[in-house]
């Protein structure tokens, strides 16, 4: 049973950072893509960044390019997302997701991850 759970959500201020942890189990980890993904009320869910399974190649959302930094460690097991100059309109559930891959290339399709975690809130007040 493949288990992804995310945590350090929580509320900051703008400007702020904050940063988010994604620990799984149940899978081969190196071996699957993995990928951030958020959604705020009233809107879809919306690519932030994404990782190939050795980690050589990353993935950003302009809207979060140059303030958050996505990042794993194979040993262990764990996908990080390092937010910085956070603003009010990044308050939405974050969620992880992983799928299997052997490509190099950074997947944005919600629809091509088949693991996702529960999501944790990021709130970032004015």
């Known amino acids: 049973q493949v288990d992804l759970v995310e945590s350090g959500g929580g509320l900051v201020q703008a400007g702020g950072s904050l940063r988010l942890s994604c620990q799984a189990s149940g899978l081969t980890f190196s071996m699957y893509g993995l990928g951030w993904f958020r959604q705020a009320p009233g809107k879809e869910r919306e690519f932030v960044a994404g990782i190939v399974r050795s980690g050589s190649n990353t993935g950003y959302a302009d809207s979060v390019k140059g303030r958050f930094t996505i990042s794993r460690d194979n040993a262990k097991n764990t996908m990080y997302l390092q937010m910085n100059s956070l603003k009010p309109e990044d308050t939405a559930v974050y969620y992880c997701?992983?799928?299997?891959?052997?490509?190099?290339?950074?997947?944005?399709?919600?629809?091509?991850?088949?693991?996702w975690g529960q999501g944790t809130q990021v709130t970032v007040s004015s």
């Open positions: 997701a992983a799928r299997p891959s052997g490509t190099s290339r950074v997947e944005v399709r919600d629809t091509a991850y088949g693991y």
